[in-house]
């Protein structure tokens, strides 16, 4: 059954006049990265960017937006707000399209406090991947988390290090 907000989401796609051929599927990407504070033995002393920046990147903002209403990881925002282990940086999601066989637009994701920067992609083949390339700086120390892995679409999968990390969905989006 769908519910009155996943139907005003379905109708506002349709009214954006999305134009997906038959090899591009759209999908919902939503992503929460953020910092963690627990015990661990690494040593970390990486002082420069060694991010793998792709030819081209784009601005989140260059994507449509998804509505708050539409958003599943609001509960776990709220509890790594709450918890002294924990801090959110970034909660967004977006809607983006996928040509069958070929790596989606690399979407840049950085927080306005600079401690988050990174890109985050699809490649849709056979099976689907995502592609995240993050680093969390924070005194003079940059942390990175750089992950290829194949998933599962709507399930929730976690991105971890020891510092920070990444809780992401992919949705196919049917217009």
């Known amino acids: ?50 991010i793998n920046w792709p030819k081209r990147l784009v601005s989140r903002s260059e994507f449509n937006s998804v509505s708050s209403d539409n958003m599943n990881f609001h509960a776990s925002y709220a509890r790594l707000a709450r918890s ?28 306005p406090e600079g401690t988050i920067n990174g890109f985050f992609r699809l490649q849709r083949g056979h099976l689907v991947h995502m592609i995240a390339d993050f680093e969390y700086s924070v005194d003079s120390v940059i942390y990175r988390l750089n992950e290829k892995r194949r998933f599962k679409l709507n399930e929730v999968h976690y991105l971890d290090h020891p510092k920070f990390a990444v809780i992401a969905r992919v949705s196919p989006v049917e217009v």
Do not use: C
């Open 1 to 50: 059954m769908i519910t009155s907000n996943k139907f005003i989401f379905f109708i506002f796609l349709a009214l954006l006049g999305f134009n997906v051929s038959a090899n591009e599927r759209l999908y919902k990407i939503e992503l929460l990265i953020f910092a963690q504070d627990m015990p661990n033995t690494e040593v970390f002393d990486q002082t420069e960017s060694q």
């Open 84 to 111: 002294q282990n924990y801090q959110p940086l970034v909660h967004t999601a977006w809607i983006q399209s996928v040509k069958s066989n070929q790596l989606s637009q690399a979407v840049k994701i950085s927080n």
